[in-house]
């Protein structure tokens, strides 16, 4: 056996005697206060604090409930991820509520220990996504009065994040009145709605709010409260999209890696599908609580402690949605709010001197550079006043546009300010960072040129000088130099520099299957290859095709110039081909360059379209193209047929051409591409206002438009039933005529239709003139024939 280890300490002297008793020293003196029995210099600790236990502060969870609820989540786990396999035979809902009662039913009174269990947590999150408003209401009202406790500790403080998260949609529901049916119990009192119990939830946390935002496990469970009790969807501006995601980079990782968190039953989909884009209808309560927090920050929080929670990295994101709310309600322009305490006075100052300049805090010149504050400038710049932002821009803006625009975290924060500037502050800027846009290219500060394009393009303003300065960033000189814009900001290079990497990388033949093996292997990665298109080019020349005409000309005669192998590799690259939607999509691009584009990969449709990303493209170009020019590109495709039939992705582009249609019928064809154009711009258009007078030809209705649905593998139209519908008017059925049918057609005509259709007529004719009898007479020669 090996030798075991010794452990720390004095090593204990063979031959001592163990038995020998030896009075202890008092080298000090007992204190007199405490009992006799109790005497000591070592204080005990109080039962209290044995007591408490800081992993399980509501005791332990018991060993068979917590291996029944690791079945519950296999369970779950396994619904959630073959959710179409699972949909497919009858109704399973009823066998997953009962599976659903039976568990919650076992969590009842257990709440408190299975939310703070490192397993039963993450099952208790995964079923709040499937509660329905009933159980999520007694759900929360059980933890009830725990709050303050479980928001801190390091696994309930996830199920408490995922409640407030998932209680958005039940109280939009009982906004609306829509409330689930309850079952009365006089012995355990009314149970309130979630729209009652959340500010009773605030209530619990007003007391340790200052000290929860700058908790590690508390603080992204304030931020979802924050955000559910004020929600930032409908903020103007981008600032309010970062705080969606409140969990932290390293949360969120090991959430990804978890089977998906949705609801398990069908019946929901089409609910959270119709409600998705409707506007969020806030409380008046949640108001009031999200106001309230913001006062109590600002009662016990110096100006100071205010201005260090922006430099702290758990608590910096709770301040940035505590001004945001604070802007939301219309505090903010007001001397000693929250705002104008960070921005050091600048909101004081004005209101008491309109006319002072405010000096430039070291403060606020730190915030611009450090990677976690500027984040918080950033809301600043984006929701600050009008007056403020001006005080802003003059101070610390104006005149270090150029050194701060190439800083590599003030850039963010620059391209923020540039985003709300005035006209003559945007052209003021523009001429600053004329010398600039070289070095701001070659650091990848791409931000800033990007959101001047964007605010010129709002403004409509300086899009002249915009075309200079990009032609400056990629010393494009010539018009030969032009037709080399797009490659150049694709990849983000010079000009120069990027002809001397082509001159350096072997040039390679096109191949569609092997740009599609690469990125069906993620291997996209701008490290292997210096020519990889990068996402900040590809958002540069979305931006530029926003610009309106001619100042995008630079990007769409680029784009005409570009040899077919290069837009090939453009249009089957995930990034580039963004470049190509915008260029359908922008009002602003001339319908004759659309048209020239998709006229420039005829012949090479076939290549096009035999991509995953290059087929997406291919549709664009057939849903922009007129009949005329649909014929054009279908006729270029007779000698590709067959590859399109074998293509994996081509094939879906081949039934948009309909060869076998146009081969044999090319009349039919033209008028089935009329109807579907029609259709497709009848659907684009924009709903009438219901001032419009309604029209007075009937409109089809869902059922009667699903009746006319041919039926799979049946040809588009017939000749047969189309003489038939011409001549006879509606189809008739044929059976075999009974007896009593032949008597009722020798009836009198007031009996039968009206006449009107020649071909009818000659039919009912011919039957009155068979004597009666005489049907089955002839069935029985015919038969003996036979």
Not at 111 to 140: G, H, I, K, W
Request: glycine residues 4%.
């Amino acid at each position: 056996m090996p030798k075991e280890f010794r452990k720390r300490g004095k090593k204990n002297k063979k031959g001592a005697d163990k038995d020998e008793w030896k009075p202890p020293k008092e080298d000090r003196p007992l204190n007199q206060d405490q009992p006799e029995e109790g005497r000591s210099w070592i204080i005990p600790a109080s039962k209290e604090e044995d007591e408490v236990n800081l992993e399980a502060p509501f005791g332990y969870i018991d060993v068979n409930v917590k291996a029944y609820f690791r079945t519950v989540d296999v369970q779950i786990r396994d619904w959630q991820v073959n959710e179409a396999e699972a949909t497919e035979d009858g109704d399973p809902n009823e066998e997953r509520r009962m599976f659903f009662v039976a568990a919650l039913t076992e969590m009842s009174d257990k709440e408190t220990q299975l939310a703070t269990d490192p397993d039963c947590s993450n099952v208790l999150e995964r079923m709040s996504y499937s509660m329905d408003d009933f159980a999520r209401r007694v759900f929360v009202d059980r933890l009830a009065g725990s709050y303050e406790v479980l928001v801190k500790h390091r696994f309930a403080s996830h199920v408490c994040q995922t409640l407030f998260t998932v209680a958005a949609d039940t109280i939009a529901r009982e906004e609306k009145g829509i409330l689930p049916p309850t079952t009365d119990f006089p012995n355990e009192g009314e149970l309130r709605t979630l729209t009652e119990q959340i500010p009773a939830i605030c209530e619990e946390l007003v007391p340790s709010f200052t000290q929860l935002i700058m908790d590690p496990f508390a603080s992204h469970v304030i931020r979802a409260l924050l955000l559910l009790l004020s929600p930032l969807a409908n903020s103007s501006n981008d600032a309010s999209k970062s705080h969606q995601n409140v969990r932290s980079k390293k949360s969120a990782a090991w959430k990804a890696r978890q089977a998906p968190m949705k609801n398990v039953f069908a019946e929901h989909k089409s609910k959270a599908t119709e409600g998705g884009n409707q506007a969020i209808t806030t409380p008046k309560a949640f108001k009031k609580a999200a106001a309230n927090f913001v006062r109590i920050l600002r009662e016990e929080l110096g100006a100071n402690e205010v201005r260090a929670l922006a430099a702290n990295k758990v608590a910096s994101p709770v301040l940035q949605i505590l001004l945001e709310i604070e802007a939301d309600q219309g505090m903010s322009d007001a001397p000693d709010s929250l705002m104008d305490r960070v921005l050091v006075g600048i909101i004081t100052l004005y209101n008491e001197d309109p006319s002072a300049v405010p000096e430039q805090s070291d403060y606020l010149s730190t915030l611009l550079r450090d990677p976690t504050s500027s984040h918080l400038l950033e809301t600043l710049v984006a929701r600050a006043p009008e007056r403020a932002f001006v005080s802003l821009w003059s101070t610390y803006f104006q005149g270090n546009m150029s050194r701060l625009a190439a800083h590599n975290v003030a850039n963010f924060v620059v391209a923020r300010a540039l985003g709300r500037a005035s006209p003559e502050q945007l052209s003021e800027a523009c001429q600053e960072l004329r010398d600039s846009w070289a070095k701001i290219i070659k650091l990848s500060r791409s931000g800033v040129l990007k959101a001047v394009i964007d605010r010129a393009v709002t403004l409509h303003n300086s899009e002249k000088e915009i075309g200079e300065a990009i032609c400056t960033a990629f010393e494009l000189e010539t018009p030969e130099d032009y037709n080399m814009f797009v490659p150049c900001v694709m990849v983000l290079k010079p000009l120069s520099q990027y002809r001397s990497i082509l001159a350096m990388v072997p040039s390679t033949p096109h191949n569609g299957q092997d740009d599609q093996d690469r990125h069906s292997k993620g291997r996209t990665d701008s490290s292997d290859n210096p020519l990889e298109p990068k996402v900040q080019g590809a958002l540069l020349l979305q931006s530029m095709l926003l610009l309106h005409e001619p100042h995008n000309e630079l990007v769409t005669n680029s784009i005409k110039a570009l040899p077919i192998e290069d837009l090939l590799k453009l249009a089957h690259h995930p990034t580039g081909s963004r470049v190509f939607d915008v260029l359908f999509e922008s009002s602003t691009v001339p319908y004759k360059v659309k048209r020239t584009f998709v006229m420039s990969f005829i012949d090479h449709y076939h290549t096009l379209v035999d991509d995953r990303i290059g087929s997406r493209v291919g549709d664009r170009c057939w849903a922009f193209a007129d009949p005329y020019l649909r014929e054009k590109i279908a006729k270029s495709m007779f000698s590709q047929e067959q590859f399109l039939a074998g293509s994996f992705y081509g094939k879906f582009f081949a039934r948009h051409l309909n060869l076998y249609l146009l081969q044999r019928k090319p009349e039919e064809w033209r008028n089935l591409q009329i109807q579907n154009k029609a259709a497709q711009a009848l659907k684009a258009a924009p709903t009438p206002s219901t001032t419009t007078e309604p029209s007075t030809e009937p409109t089809p209705t869902s059922d009667e438009k699903s009746k006319k649905k041919r039926k799979r593998g049946s040809a588009p139209g017939n000749e047969i039933d189309a003489l038939f519908d011409t001549s006879l008017g509606k189809k008739l059925k044929r059976v075999a005529l009974n007896p009593e049918d032949l008597s009722a057609a020798n009836k009198t005509d007031e009996q039968l239709p009206a006449k009107g259709d020649k071909g009818l007529d000659d039919i009912l004719t011919a039957i009155r003139a068979v004597p009666k009898g005489d049907g089955d007479s002839s069935r029985k020669k015919k038969s003996k024939q036979t």
